[in-house]
């Protein structure tokens, strides 16, 4: 299979979830082999999605370039891997990827409205060749060999709308446009208050997440899935795994996973060079069947 980028540029304005600032984010197809990078128009600098340049993970995920930063970018990364593309330019007017509903589906409905242009050179793909795993307590995150790309995670919550959720999520295009792309983000309206307190998630609001009190969700329309809670941490993973820099082929498994626990997990496993292989697509039928499968 051949390496991707969009065939068009395209663009959307929203806000920015912590900032509250209207964004302006266009994208542009880029050359084979540049990877997937922010340009922050605004100030004139690049800031390349790569392991080495995450900054922060307590929130959102923040990468940056000396002291230059883009906030949020988990969700759009999650689209651009689910589209399968390689490489990808996002200029953005201001220091935050807009949040649109809370979910990853504007994106996609913007790369189906960009559509993909293959390139001459060959994907690549990350081969999980032994189990890699971070633990905090009762929490983990895990990669290990399979043949497949499988998403397994599981999220217990004390509090009735959410209580304990399991999600089996077999990758493809298709299933992530069906079953993941709409799962929102969701907080808690204490934790909402406490943001504000400190000038944070100003952009936050019942229009772009899933809310919840002591007791029940307050969104007005509902919730999109019963278990919406754990489709959106699947969503969440497969952004955070875009900083492995190539599609994997192996499992990945979560018990209360969080941003930062899957920051530790990439940074882990491209810092043991036993635990992967980066090869061309071609080069493995197996890797080459799967990336069809995935990216029909
Ligand atoms: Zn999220």
Request: net charge negative.
């Amino acid at each position: 299979m051949k390496q991707r980028t969009i065939a068009k540029s395209v663009e959307i304005m929203g806000v920015g979830l912590h900032s509250g600032n209207p964004v302006r984010m266009r994208l542009n197809p880029a050359p084979a082999d540049s990877g997937i990078v922010f340009v922050r128009e605004d100030v004139n600098r690049q800031i390349k999605v790569a392991v080495e340049n995450v900054t922060d993970t307590r929130l959102a995920t923040v990468i940056a370039n000396g002291d230059v930063s883009v906030s949020t970018i988990e969700h759009l990364l999650s689209a651009v891997i689910a589209m399968g593309i390689d490489n990808l330019e996002v200029v953005l007017d201001s220091d935050e990827v807009p949040i649109m509903d809370g979910s990853s589906a504007s994106f996609c409905i913007l790369f189906e409205e960009a559509g993909t242009a293959d390139q001459n050179a060959v994907k690549r793909v990350l081969l999980v060749k032994k189990p890699i795993e971070i633990r905090d307590g009762g929490r983990f995150v895990r990669l290990s060999p399979g043949k497949i790309n499988e998403i397994r995670f599981e999220i217990r919550f004390d509090h009735p709308a959410i209580s304990r959720q399991e999600y089996r999520f077999v990758f493809s295009k298709e299933n992530y446009i069906k079953e993941i792309a709409r799962a929102r983000t969701f907080g808690f309206l204490k934790e909402a208050n406490y943001l504000r307190s400190i000038g944070k998630g100003l952009g936050g609001g019942l229009d772009n997440a899933v809310v919840l009190d002591e007791k029940r969700v307050l969104n007005a329309e509902g919730l999109r899935f019963a278990d919406e809670f754990v489709r959106h941490k699947i969503l969440d993973a497969i952004g955070d795994m875009a900083f492995l820099g190539a599609p994997f082929l192996g499992k990945y498994e979560a018990f209360a996973g969080s941003h930062h626990l899957n920051h530790l997990l990439t940074k882990s496993i491209l810092s043991d060079s036993e635990a992967f292989e980066i090869v061309e697509s071609e080069s493995v039928k197996e890797a080459e069947k799967e990336l069809e499968r995935v990216f029909a």
